[in-house]
């Protein structure tokens, strides 16, 4: 699902991406390498968060300066993202987006698009949600 709800002008020098995946498994990791590959040849800097993120993390990637794209590769639920042992609520990750001046965000995990509207409510950015809640982990 595409939401956006304003346009954003983007220079190169904006071109910061984060890229964060709490999932660690063989496949992913091959994934994550393609996905950062390719966001580098289209002229990102890509920082990596990967593994056992937390919300420490999170705030700790801002001192690298701001982000114009956010990427998470996750599990999830209803209340919100799962990095490591911690969920982080839409909440918690719009005022991070916020925070860190995000413009795009893509959300790779199920229930994203359930946490779109909350997300929006604080942060404004525009927000690809990929994966619906009623898709299986391997289809995924």
């Known amino acids: 699902a595409w939401l956006d709800q304003t346009e954003h002008s983007v220079t190169k020098a904006d071109m910061n991406c984060l ?6 498994t063989e496949n992913m990791r091959s994934e994550i390498q393609e996905l950062t590959n390719l966001l580098s040849q289209a002229g990102y800097t890509v920082k990596l968060l990967l593994a056992e993120v937390s919300s ?12 114009h794209l956010v990427w998470i590769v996750s599990h999830s639920t209803g209340e919100g993202f799962i990095f490591g042992n911690e969920i982080i609520t839409p909440v918690e990750l719009g005022l991070f987006l916020r925070q860190a001046k ?4 893509v959300l790779n995990s199920c229930f994203s ?11 404004n950015c525009s927000v690809v949600a990929t ?5 299986e982990d391997k289809k995924a």
């Open 131 to 135: 994966i619906s809640a009623t898709i």
């Open 19 to 24: 890229l964060i995946s709490s999932l660690a």
């Open 113 to 123: 698009a359930e946490h779109v509207v909350i997300i929006q409510q604080y942060a």
């Open 102 to 105: 995000v413009t795009e965000l």
């Open 56 to 67: 420490l993390e999170l705030y700790r990637s801002l001192k690298n300066g701001v982000y």
